[in-house]
Nanobody
Framework: QVQLVETGGKLVQIGGSLRLSCAAS????????LGWFRQGPGKEREFVAH???????YYSDSLKGRFAISRDNVKNTVYLQMNSLEPGDTAVYFC????????????????WGQGTQVTVSS
């Protein structure tokens, strides 16, 4: 079992920055790597970024350059730094854990957090 708790979502202005956190726990945590997905209003959930325990990162092509994923292995926490936020970034952001499979596809993720709401407004 892996437990994931996202925090940090809030209302921000266009062009602003925000950092989301995902605190992970569980006896089998070391066998999983973590990723971020998001689901905007009326949209399907989409891949944002992923990071392995070794620090290898993967990004959605459309978000690379504005978003950055990182992790603190001591705190078992993964972060998502989001810059130059746009209204299209408005979504519920989810943290998820995967052992094997395509990290860009949600089907392979076994555990999900409850999500945190990010709203970008003028």
């Amino acid at each position: 079992q892996v437990q994931l708790v996202e925090t940090g979502g809030k209302l921000v202005q266009i062009g602003g920055s925000l950092r989301l956190s995902c605190a992970a726990s569980g006896r089998t945590l070391s066998t999983y790597s973590l990723g971020w997905f998001r689901q905007g209003p009326g949209k399907e959930r989409e891949f944002v970024a992923h990071i392995t325990w070794h620090g290898d990162t993967y990004y959605s092509d459309s978000l690379k350059g504005r978003f950055a994923i990182s992790r603190d292995n001591v705190k078992n926490t993964v972060y998502l730094q989001m810059n130059s936020l746009e209204p299209g970034d408005t979504a519920v952001y989810f943290c998820a854990a995967i052992r094997t499979g395509d990290v860009t596809q949600e089907e392979g993720y076994e555990y999900w957090g409850q999500g945190t709401q990010v709203t970008v407004s003028s």
